[in-house]
Nanobody
Framework: QVQFVESGGGLVQPGGSLRLSCVVSRGFFGIYNMGWYRQAPGNQRELVASITVTDNTNYADSAKGRFTISRDNAKKIVYLQMNDLKPEATAVYYC????????WGQGTQVSVPS
């Protein structure tokens, strides 16, 4: 199975920024449409941002204008730049291949206190 290792999370004050990274291994990264997901306590996992193999991007309404997803095919990494963070962004963030049955990584915790 494809493996994902997420990093870059942390505790940040409202209005702050974080850059998440996800290293993808055991697969053909260049052919995958990728997404960043998040899961807050008590909530279902939701798609925050996605990027296709042709670098087309899409964002959840909560992320538009503040988050930017990007990818480096040579390094097999997908990034999520998050600016102007709000407390509702507190969650564990995961990357994954869109619409594919595969295991998940351990995620990276983002905490924005209110």
């Amino acid at each position: 199975q494809v493996q994902f290792v997420e990093s870059g999370g942390g505790l940040v004050q409202p209005g702050g920024s974080l850059r998440l990274s996800c290293v993808v291994s055991r697969g053909f990264f260049g052919i995958y449409n990728m997404g960043w997901y998040r899961q807050a306590p008590g909530n279902q996992r939701e798609l925050v941002a996605s990027i296709t193999v042709t670098d087309n991007t899409n964002y959840a309404d909560s992320a538009k204008g503040r988050f930017t997803i990007s990818r480096d095919n040579a390094k097999k990494i997908v990034y999520l730049q998050m600016n102007d963070l709000k407390p509702e962004a507190t969650a564990v963030y995961y990357c994954h291949i869109l619409a594919r049955n595969n295991g998940w990584g351990q995620g990276t915790q983002v905490s924005v206190p209110s």
